[in-house]
Every structure is written in C-alpha cells, then in structure tokens.
C-alpha cells in the first residue's frame, strides 16, 4: 500500500521555498538598493554586503528598515 510520509513532505517544501526563496529575495532587495541613488555610497555598500553575506536575514533586514533616501547621513 502507498503511504505519504507527511514530515517528509513539509520539510522538502519548505526546503524548496527557502531555495528558490532566498535567491528571489535578494535580487529583489539589490534590486531596490541599486534604485536608491541618494543613499550614501558607503550605505549602500554596506547594505549589499549584509544582503549578500547574511543569507535570507539580511534581505529580510532590508526590507524591514527600507533605508529611506531622504533621511540623513552621517
């Protein structure tokens, strides 16, 4: 008799969201960074460095705060 392993799949689906995801997210979130010209320079390293080294937190990060380019820097 065929039986579903119903762990097993919720875990490989969410595996499969994080996976594709991930990826999405932060392209989305350079994406935007790069939008934002009157962000400092040194910004919006920063922020693209936290994008791409703290995967999946640091594009949630970004979306979360949203730099504002009319705040003020420094």
């Known amino acids: 008799m065929f039986a579903v392993n119903v762990?097993?799949?919720?875990v490989q689906v969410l595996s499969?969201?994080?996976?594709v995801g991930w990826p999405?997210?932060?392209?989305l979130a350079l994406v935007g960074?790069?939008?934002?010209?009157?962000l400092h320079a040194t910004a919006r390293a920063l922020w693209a460095l936290m994008i791409v080294s703290?995967?999946?937190l640091g594009a949630i990060a970004y979306w979360i705060v949203r730099p504002?380019?009319?705040?003020?820097v420094g």
């Open 24 to 27: 999405v997210l932060s392209i």
């Open 16 to 19: 499969l969201v994080l996976l």
């Open 54 to 56: 703290v995967p999946i």
């Open 68 to 72: 504002d380019a009319s705040d003020p």
């Open 33 to 38: 960074l790069r939008k934002r010209t009157k």
């Open 7 to 10: 762990r097993f799949l919720v």
